[in-house]
Nanobody, 122 residues
C-alpha cells in the first residue's frame, strides 16, 4: 500500500511563496498521473495542478496558472507544488494524490496524502 505524505504548508502573507512537497512511501512508485487538490472550509475539494508520469505534461486550474508550478523529482520520489504570488483565496488544505485516470477528477485518484494547511493573510 502506497502512502503519500505532504509537507511545506504554513502561514504566509499575500504575495508570498510556499513550496509543498509530497513523498511516496515506495521508491519505485510511478503513477500515471499525480496531482494537487485543495479544499477550503465549506467548499468542495478542487483540482489545482497535475503532472503526468513522464513529466512531459502539466495541467493547472485557471486560477493558479502563472503562479503555481508542479514538478517531480524522481530520484527523491517527491512531488512538488511551488506556489508564488499567493492570495487569500488560496487558503485551503492542500492534498497530493496519485492515480491513473482523468487529471482533474478527484474520483480518479486512488492514493491521497493527509493534507497540509496553507493560510494566506491579506
Amino acid at each position: 500500500q502506497v502512502q503519500l505524505a505532504e509537507s511545506g504548508g504554513g502561514w504566509v502573507q499575500a504575495g508570498g511563496s510556499l513550496r509543498l512537497s509530497c513523498v511516496a512511501s515506495i521508491r519505485t512508485f510511478r503513477p500515471y498521473i499525480e496531482g494537487w487538490f485543495r479544499q477550503a472550509p465549506g467548499k468542495e475539494r478542487e483540482f489545482v495542478a497535475a503532472i503526468n508520469w513522464s513529466s512531459r505534461y502539466t495541467y493547472y486550474v485557471d486560477s493558479v496558472k502563472g503562479r503555481f508550478t508542479i514538478s517531480r523529482e524522481n530520484g527523491k520520489n517527491t512531488l512538488y507544488l511551488q506556489m508564488n504570488s499567493l492570495k487569500p483565496e488560496d487558503t485551503a488544505v492542500y492534498y497530493c494524490a496519485a492515480g491513473s485516470g482523468r487529471y482533474d477528477q478527484a474520483d480518479d485518484y486512488v492514493y491521497w496524502g493527509q493534507g497540509t494547511q496553507v493560510t494566506v493573510s491579506s
